[in-house]
């Protein structure tokens, strides 16, 4: 008996949680959620960045799963024929960034990602071109693929922000990614601050200072 794989293409909707404030937007914060959880609960996270002007994209994952308790979430990446689902997840990410700029025309960009959404961040930067103003690193690492290939692309600004109560991701993963940083010529900033595997207030604020500082400098040119 013989057996082979079959394979074809299929295409998707793709939906994300949108949060904008009363005026037109300053900037927009494109934001990836970690492993199981939704753009809904990502958007929450950063709904503060509302108040400030800047609109909030928060993108569930393709790939939906249920929890014990039934709620349905989702999940950027699994081994399982991965090298295709990184292909796949570069053209999700371009097609999405399409639909903001469609919607929201030349305004900055700034992206966030945490915990397994740093990943597709790193990616969604890295390996899928898009042009984003900062990246903010909350609480996860950078894919073997992306290191392999950030001296291939121009550098853009970049904070690591980590809680010193976190007990999934270490200060030695910020060592290794730093590294490979400034292996390739990269700029970054390191932020330790209180509290656990999350998105804290103290995390939203941080980005939101760093927003503001870039939104000024680009006013003053």
Known sequence: MMSERLKWSVS??????VLEPSAPPRAVLLAFHGYAETGEISARAWRSCV???????APTAPHHFYT??????????????????????IEYVRGLYAAIVARYGARPVFGA?????????????????????????VAGDMPPEVASALSAVEPCP???LLGSEDTRVGQDVLDRDGHALEQAGWSFERVTMP??????????????????VRLESELDR
């Open 12 to 17: 998707v909707e793709a939906t994300a949680e």
């Open 51 to 57: 108040d400030h002007g800047v609109a909030v994209v």
């Open 68 to 89: 014990r308790s039934q709620n349905v979430v989702a999940s950027w990446m699994t081994s399982y024929e991965r090298n295709q689902r990184i292909n796949e997840q």
């Open 113 to 137: 990602g945490f915990s397994q959404g740093a990943a597709t961040l790193y990616r969604a930067r890295v390996l899928a071109g898009l042009d984003l103003r900062e990246l903010f690193v």
């Open 158 to 160: 970049l904070t690591m």
């Open 195 to 212: 509290g656990g595997h999350e998105i804290s207030d103290a995390v939203v604020d941080a980005v939101w200072t760093r927003i503001s």
